[in-house]
T-cell receptor, first 113, second 113 residues
Framework: RKEVEQDPGPFNVPEGATVAFNCTYS??????FFWYRQDCRKEPKLLMS???SGNEDGRFTAQLNRASQYISLLIRDSKLSDSATYLCVVNNRSGGSNYKLTFGKGTLLTVNP | NAGVTQTPKFRVLKTGQSMTLLCAQD?????MYWYRQDPGMGLRLIHY???????AKGEVPDGYNVSRLKKQNFLLGLESAAPSQTSVYFC????????????FGDGTRLSIL
């Protein structure tokens, strides 16, 4: 099983739609989780952290399921500007008090007018 | 408020030439990273550093060297460029601890002819 695995998509949705992405991770001891977005030919940017109890930031909701080892991202009322690649990121202990982020390959979302 | 700055933004090299990519961060972060991103491959970690004067190999270190002589700078060197090193290179920095995300520079597009 890959360390971090995502459905590459593409997901094509109309404006206003609700869309959800899942991401699975292999290390049951993974400590923390993030969603990044990456626009075409740009750098990855932090979208939101994922907390154990789930968290929401405006139209975006992130959930963590430790038992099944997956995290999810839900986008409500999709906007054209949400079109991007969404990267799932898992933080694991790499020795001592150090941590290492592992990035998924990303899920491509296109929101159509 | 520069964050992470990469230079140069673009470069074209001939096979066998050498060059150095510079990454500078002004956030006093302990950790710095170099990634390459190729179509369909996602972000792959080349080398990273957990502090001034320290470096470590990542997932794809061959053909690259790095140095971290100052805390704010992380240099990536290509000693003898090969066409397989044509890629987009991203530098990132972080605190390297739990729940701490990485902050990325805007990338260097490198073509090796």
């Amino acid at each position: 099983r890959k360390e971090v695995e995502q459905d590459p998509g593409p997901f094509n949705v109309p404006e206003g739609a609700t869309v959800a992405f899942n991401c699975t991770y292999s290390n049951s001891a993974s400590q923390s989780f993030f969603w990044y977005r990456q626009d075409c030919r740009k750098e990855p940017k932090l979208l939101m952290s994922v907390y154990s109890s789930g968290n929401e930031d405006g139209r975006f909701t992130a959930q963590l399921n430790r038992a099944s080892q997956y995290i999810s991202l839900l986008i409500r009322d999709s906007k054209l500007s949400d079109s991007a690649t969404y990267l799932c990121v898992v933080n694991n202990r790499s020795g001592g008090s150090n941590y290492k982020l592992t990035f998924g390959k990303g899920t491509l979302l296109t929101v159509n007018p | 408020n520069a964050g992470v700055t990469q230079t140069p933004k673009f470069r074209v090299l001939k096979t066998g030439q050498s060059m150095t990519l510079l990454c500078a961060q002004d956030m006093n972060h302990e950790y710095m990273y170099w990634y390459r991103q190729d179509p369909g491959m996602g972000l792959r970690l080349i080398h990273y550093s957990v502090g001034e004067g320290t470096t470590a190999k990542g997932e794809v270190p061959d053909g690259y060297n790095v140095s971290r002589l100052k805390k704010q700078n992380f240099l990536l060197g290509l000693e003898s460029a090969a066409p397989s090193q044509t890629s987009v290179y991203f530098c990132a920095s972080s605190w390297g601890r739990l729940n701490q995300p990485q902050h990325f520079g805007d990338g260097t597009r490198l073509s090796i002819l």
